[in-house]
């Protein structure tokens, strides 16, 4: 994955100007910060954000992508560049194997049974033993991708409500909801999904992949890159209920990162600078890798995963999506 610059997270409502080969981020508080062009893969805006098109220019230039989350979390959209990694080839078999029912669904259920295996891993692995054993016979039994998402649904309620026996009453999910979340725990998840996706898509988008033809969900879903969707599902149980627990049992996370009002909640501003670093240090973390046998940050498995995608599209070997070892 490429390291020459790194990701910057805007936490705060700020200007993005041009300065010569150089962004000048302008905030309400505090000097203005100049960023070298070279510096930035990509940019996370977590507030408000004003750019004119000599910035757009310049990004455009050096390829860099700027994604935007809205208050609650979820990903609002992106100003991706023109130019990308896509090639002719790979999108070629990338659309065959997803034309493929065989080949799709056995994909489709690949990512559902990670997926699952990662939230078992992270929440509670005797207690979901169970629904494991369930999902695993429906995800033999499933025919469409429909079927799949349903059983998928399933074992996640049974995950969620297992979940909610870890978490103090106050951060207790009851049920999944979103757009807008109804309670803190639900704007948390909502919040560290929609940086998960937005890290995904900028880890596709280095690859020769489509983000738009996926395998589990809708191929060129409205307003969504479905493929990112489908990547997203294996890694947002490292990211979102891991760090959940993490920050709940620690005593980290507390009401006043949050702001409630009649059936909807977000996450303050202390909260979201909170829940942004929390989760760019996780991105930071090393691990051994089992197959390459080198140390790789956790940032750098999403792009892991996507070249194994590719090599699944252009080489036919059997994609296995990422699955917690440690």
Partial sequence: MPTAARTYWLTTPCRIRRKDQSLRIERTEGSPVHIPITDVRDIVACEAVDINTAVISLLNQHR???????????????LLTSETSVSGQTVTAQVKLADDPATSLRIARAIVGSAAANIR??????????????????????????ELMG??????????????????????????????PLNSGNAFISY???????????????????????????????????????????????????????????GQL????????VNQAMLSETGRKLVVQTVRDELAVTIQHRALGRNVAYDELLYLEALQLTRTCLEGKPYKPFRIWW
Wanted: glycine share 6%; net charge positive; proline share 4%.
């Fill in 121 to 146: 891993r992270v929440v509670d692995r005797k207690l979901l033993a169970r629904p494991m054993t369930v999902l695993e016979a429906s995800i033999a039994e499933a025919t469409t991708r429909e």
């Fill in 151 to 180: 059983a998928e649904g399933t074992f996640r309620r049974s995950a969620w409500a297992v979940l909610d026996t870890r978490l103090p009453e106050w951060l207790q999910l009851g049920g999944r909801s979103r757009r807008p």
């Fill in 64 to 78: 860099i992508n700027v994604h935007f989350l809205s208050h609650y979390g979820d990903y609002a959209g992106s």
């Fill in 254 to 261: 507390k009401p006043t990162h949050f702001d409630m009002d």
């Fill in 192 to 250: 560290v999904n929609g940086i998960v996706y937005a890290r995904v898509l900028s880890a596709v988008r280095l690859t020769p992949l489509h983000s738009g033809i996926a395998f589990l969900h809708s191929t060129m879903e409205r307003q969504r890159h479905s493929l990112v969707l489908d990547l997203a599902e294996v890694f947002k149980p490292l990211f979102a209920e891991r760090l959940l627990l993490r920050l709940a049992g620690r």
